[in-house]
T-cell receptor, first 114, second 111 residues
Framework: NAGVTQTPKFQVLKTGQSMTLQCAQD?????MYWYRQDPGMGLRLIYY???????DKGEVPNGYNVSRLNKREFSLRLESAAPSQTSVYFC?????????????FGSGTRLTVV | QQQVKQSPQSLIVQKGGISIINCAYE??????FPWYQQFPGKGPALLIA?????SEKKEGRFTISFNKSAKQFSLHIMDSQPGDSATYFC??????????FGKGTRLHILP
């Protein structure tokens, strides 16, 4: 099925460990995004990529790095995980369609850092 | 200036009632205002959206009211159903770029 696929769905890390969250979309969208969702904080943008080969910081980029590997894939890396990075992470992609910016979200990665 | 302020944080409505969620913004450069619906364990999904040149948009039981001069917009859910129980996010963007989300409203419809 067309959409945004995120892996893994769940992950537990120890403080200081590193990991990469994977995201892939098969809708030929140009723009891709990483958000984190925390209780009472809504969805906050970490990084985004307006097109293949470009990335820009969002609202909360500290402690994260991203790679836009190709048009389909946009990965998020935590180099040294901290408990403050415990969150649900969502990847999204978008395209302008009929005047609406159709953001499609993945189902999320629930990350716990202990 | 980049914030979108959403209220209330949580809302309980009787089945068949009207659910109303409000949002306010400061940045007059915003040109697109979508609402997202999120069920537990799922990613947000686009519900309905409006542009500032329109005062109201209706899709089924869902209506966005937009007040450009007050810089406020709201979501009305008519004849609310238990299946509407979810978290709702208002949002805003400009120039087709990144979207700024409100903090969300957890809606519960009593059966």
């Amino acid at each position: 099925n067309a959409g945004v696929t995120q892996t893994p769905k769940f992950q537990v890390l120890k403080t200081g460990q590193s990991m990469t969250l994977q995201c892939a979309q098969d809708m030929n969208h140009n723009s891709m995004y990483w958000y984190r969702q925390d209780p009472g904080m809504g969805l906050r943008l970490i990084y985004y990529s307006a097109s293949e080969g470009t990335t820009d910081k969002g609202e909360v980029p500290n402690g994260y790095n991203v790679s836009r590997l190709n048009k389909r894939e946009f990965s998020l890396r935590l180099e040294s995980a901290a408990p403050s990075q415990t969150s649900v992470y969502f990847c999204a992609s978008s395209v302008l369609r009929g005047g609406n910016y159709g953001y499609t979200f993945g189902s999320g990665t629930r990350l716990t850092v202990v | 200036q980049q914030q979108v302020k959403q209220s209330p944080q949580s809302l309980i409505v009787q089945k068949g009632g009207i659910s109303i969620i409000n949002c306010a913004y400061e940045n007059t450069a915003f040109d697109y205002f979508p609402w997202y619906q999120q069920f537990p364990g799922k990613g947000p999904a686009l519900l309905i959206a409006i542009r500032p040149d329109v005062s109201e948009k209706k899709e089924g039981r869902f209506t966005i009211s937009f007040n450009k001069s007050a810089k406020q917009f709201s979501l009305h859910i008519m004849d609310s159903q238990p299946g509407d129980s979810a978290t709702y996010f208002c949002a805003a963007s400009w120039g087709g770029d990144k979207i700024i989300f409100g903090k969300g409203t957890r809606l519960h419809i009593l059966p």
